[in-house]
Structures are given as C-alpha cells and as structure tokens.
C-alpha cells in the first residue's frame, strides 16, 4: 500500500491481493502525529475534544486524567449498536483497507500499534461482523466502525477460516493481544466515512461495468429484435456532443460491427426508444457515474476524522470532516442513474416477447401449451419497480441525534446500503434481457450477428441453453446474473 492517490481501480487491486504494506515514511508521519498530541496534551493540560472530554453531548464533560483511556474502549463499546444484514465480507475488506489508509497521512494521533493491528486483520483474512444498520452518516459511520474495531479490544465477534467465532477466541488463537487504546484513538477509528466510501467505491467499480453490459446486452437484444442501427450513426451524436453519449454509440457500433443481421434490409422505419434511445439513456448514466467516481474517489484520498491533528501547524481543529454529505447526494443520483439502465432494460425485454418482427410470442415454438418468456418479463418489471422504491432519495432527510449536538445528519449509510441493492437489482434485470435476448437470437438462426456477439453468446450458451419447452427459469436466471458479474468483457 503506498501512500499516492487512491483510485477505485487501486482499491480493487488491493482487495484482490494477499497482503498490505506500510511504507515506512506513512509509519512516521503516525508516530509523529501521536507523539505531537501527547506531548501537547501534558505540556498545556487542555480540554480537547474526545481526548480527555465525554462525546457528542457530553463534550463539556472533561475527563480525569486516570480515565482516559477506559474513556477510548467505552466509546466502542458503547458505540457498537449495529443491527440488521451483516455486512459482506468484501465490503469489510474494503473498510479495513480505507480506515488504514485514512491513518497514513498522519492527521488522527493514534499509535503505529493500532494501525498495524488493522493491516494484521486484512492480512490474516480475520474479519469483524458488521451491521448495515446503525450510522446516521454523521458523526461518520459510529456503529458501523465500532464493529469493526471491537476485536481490537478483544470483543465482538470475527469471520476466522470461513467461520464465525468470538474475537478473543480468534485473538487468542493468533497469539494477538487485545490492544489498550490510548487517548483519542477509539474516536480516531470511529469517526470516518469508511462504511459510506467502501459501499461506493464497490458501486462505482460496478456501475462501470454495467454501463458496458447495458450496451452489449442492449445491442445483442437489438439484433434479435431485428432493430436499426442508423441511430447510432456518429454524426447524429456530434450534434449533441454529451461525453456519456457518444461513448454508448461508440460501443454499440464497436458490437454491432460486421453483423449481418444489423445490415439486413428492414421493413420498419423506427424501432421502439428502448432500442433507438440506447446511447442517449445509457449515456446520461455513465456521465452520472463518472460524476460519482470523482466523489468517491475524491474521498478516498480524504481525512475524514475528528478531531484532526496538524503537528506541523501546531493546531488541534475540532471540525465536520466526518459528515456525509457528498457521498450521500452523489449516492442517491447514481441509484437513480443504475436504475434507469434497468428501466429501458426491461422494455427491451418486453418487446422481444410480443411477436414483433417474425419472433414469436413470448419466445417459445408452441405458446399456449407453452408460456415461454412471459414470466420473465414479469420478474424484471417486479424489479425495476423496487429500483423505484429504493431511489428515494436518504440524503434529504435527517433526523436530530445526541441531544440536539448532532443536529443535521446526511443519512449517508442509508443512501450507500441502497445503492448496493440497486446494483444487485440492475444486474439481474440485465441478466434476464440477455436470457431472453440470447433466445430470440436464436430464432434468428442460421442467421448471425457480430463477430463479437457471437463470441459472446458462444460463452454464455456454455451455461444456458435454448429453450425448447417450458422448465425452470429461476436457475437459468440467477445463473445469467453470476455470469454478468464474472465473465471477461469484450474491449471497446
């Protein structure tokens, strides 16, 4: 882990890899920072919030100087009231890879001891349990991280070999000591938007890689409808030169190139906006995405502790770094951005099933005795509903906490949690439109489209065969979907 920019790309990288290191130079700038608090701390004897002061409310209540580290491991403690779904195990890799990373640039004065014992448990695949529920998104995600950092104290419990146990069981095991947290770092691990950021970057990386599928998939279910491919012509989408935009158009030409069944002389004039509007509705979403990338990644490379610590400048700021606004509001904006490549998805879908263009109805040689695709359709319009629901907006609400000290809250973790399931959803409504897209295309036969649908489908029918008469569609379905989230795309 070197300490330069952080990219969701990185993040990936380092999630995928087996260990993570601190560059020495990151090691200092710790030491320093907690050396500096120390240090002032004894030479002025002043009141600093969260360092020898009560939380939230009761930070007017000072703290003798005997109780403040029992002050550090009664914040987690207190603080760990997460309820709900657990949180997946990637995401709570993704989390101990952020908080210690947001300790590297040496502004939040804990000891090297601490941060180290946070790279052990990536390292050692040791994994706290967390909760979804729990963090208003200000002061930062408190229950969420209080999760995660129980095992540092000897509590909480771990995913340890693929199985949950006690974190002084695990500890134990490890021949790992629960650590002693010194002043101010039980507020240092808490406070943060680690919970929020690793929810995004997650969908951010995936939302890139929606956006692609909407195009193949669309393109592939543009061939077997028996669509046009005039709309994508460059010089219609010069003229309204949104980057998102030509950058859908591009690809659909890229995988409608060299199709003969995309150049075979077509009876209608215009195809349904499903099809014809792909590169204006798909586009506006990956401008949205790259929007939100900027977001997410603009906070990975952030500070979002309290209070933060600047040795350099001699200064202790007590300050809202950890608050979620920006991630909530680009949160809420990419759900509805996903959820849109599902709606136009689902009618893609819809019009392969109604018998248009010498398909037959619902996709199936005997409809009647046979329903085919109808259901589906049904499934994926169920869906793209719920997508709707969940796009209510969470970062205009906000709800009053700690006495009224925490007075507006951005309900980020809410608006992180949602999105997540958005991404979920959007890829199993894509994966149904390939489900039914892949038999109309075989209706199709011996026709063929391009060279890199082709190849393509050729992956795909590997997993999911042709219908020939009606059986189970669930396993074929939820199989599509682990395929979209898996297989190796084509380039653009």
């Not at 950890?322 to 819809?350: M, V």
Request: glycine share 8%; charged share 20%.
């Amino acid at each position: 882990m070197q300490k330069t920019k952080f990219t969701i790309e990185s993040l990936s990288e380092l999630l995928g890899s087996a260990k993570l290191e601190i560059p020495n130079s990151a090691l200092t700038d710790i030491e320093r920072s907690y050396e500096y608090l120390n240090e002032r701390v004894a030479r002025t004897g002043e009141t600093i919030y969260g360092v020898n002061t009560g939380f939230g409310s009761l930070s007017d209540i000072r703290i003798d100087d005997d109780g403040l580290e029992a002050l550090q491991s009664n914040l987690i403690l207190s603080h760990a009231c997460g309820t709900g779904k657990r949180v997946p195990n990637n995401i709570v890799r993704a989390m101990l890879c952020l908080k210690v990373w947001n300790m590297l640039y040496g502004n939040s004065g804990v000891h090297k001891e601490t941060v180290l014992r946070l790279v052990d448990h990536f390292n050692f695949d040791i994994l706290p349990i967390i909760y979804t529920q729990g963090s208003l998104g200000a002061s930062g995600d408190l229950a969420p991280l209080a999760h995660l950092c129980l095992p540092l104290i000897g509590q909480g419990d771990v995913i340890m070999n693929g199985k949950q146990v006690l974190a002084k069981d695990a500890l134990a095991e490890l021949g790992w000591k629960p650590l002693q947290l010194r002043m101010k770092e039980g507020l240092a691990l808490l406070n943060g938007t680690q919970f929020m950021s690793a929810y995004g970057a997650y969908c951010v990386f995936h939302a890139e890689r929606l956006g692609l599928l909407a195009d193949l998939i669309g393109a592939i279910a543009l061939d077997a409808y028996g669509g046009l491919t005039a709309p994508f012509d460059p010089s219609v989408h010069e003229v309204r030169p949104h980057p998102g935009q030509i950058t859908s158009a591009k690809r659909l030409r890229a995988f409608l190139n060299d199709s003969p069944l995309a150049t075979k002389p077509k009876e209608h004039i215009q195809d349904p906006y499903s099809f014809r509007c792909m590169p204006q509705v798909h586009g506006a979403s990956l401008d949205a995405i790259e929007h939100v990338k900027q977001v997410v990644e603009r906070e990975l490379n952030s500070v979002s502790d309290n209070p933060l610590i600047f040795p350099d400048e001699d200064k202790i700021i007590s300050a809202g770094n950890f608050h979620g606004q920006p991630l909530a509001i680009a949160y809420d904006y990419l759900a509805i951005a996903l959820a849109e490549l599902a709606n136009i998805s689902e009618r893609r879908t819809f019009q392969l099933i109604m018998g248009k263009n010498g398909l037959p109805v619902y996709l199936v040689k005997k409809p009647g005795l046979h329903s085919g695709f109808m259901i589906p359709q049904y499934t994926s319009a169920g869906i793209v509903s719920q997508n709707k629901q969940l796009c209510t907006p969470a970062s205009v609400d906000s709800i009053v906490s700690s006495n009224g000290q925490e007075d507006h809250v951005s309900m980020g973790a809410n608006a992180a949690t949602k999105l997540y399931e958005v991404v979920e959803n959007v890829y199993q409504v894509l994966a149904i439109e390939l489900f039914t897209a892949a038999q109309a295309l075989d209706f199709r036969r011996p026709e063929k489209s391009s060279p890199v649908i082709e190849k393509f489908m050729k992956q795909y029918r590997k997993l999911v065969p042709f219908l020939h008469e009606d059986e189970q569609m669930h396993p074929h379905m939820v199989g599509t979907k682990d395929f979209l989230m898996k297989v190796d795309l084509p380039k653009t």
